[in-house]
């Protein structure tokens, strides 16, 4: 065999080894990216329904309720509006610092009393 063939694999396994890791972490990023969203979604929700839960005492409660169970769920509650019984809430939620340049998980949600969706096409209606 003629020395000129030597070092060849080795750039085919660096190449190798190279995409497998780019997969990797393109893997790893869309995970959390998913696991973020989803936690986001959660932590709207919760503050949504504990804002709605403490809505009887005003506006102001309600959303300070709400603030506290998105801290609780490690989110931030970026606004908050009590109309009545029902709670609009929008809350963030950070990545991790090395997912920072994919920006921050911005997430809203409403609750109220299930006889304020009676109206509405498509939802469902109480039980009765």
Known sequence: MSGRDTGAGSVVVVAA?????????????????????VRGAAAADAAALAGA????????????????????DGARLSSCAAAGAIVT??????PPQWLA???????SARAGPVATYEDQPGRGHAAS
């Open 89 to 94: 809430v929008e809350v963030v939620l950070a």
């Open 53 to 72: 839960g403490a809505a009887d005492l005003g506006a102001l409660p309600a959303c300070a309720r709400a603030r506290t169970i998105a801290a609780d």
């Open 17 to 37: 080894v190279l995409a497998v890791m780019l997969t990797a972490v393109a893997v790893t990023a869309f995970g959390t990216a998913l696991v973020l969203r």
């Open 101 to 107: 340049w994919a920006g921050v998980a911005r997430l």
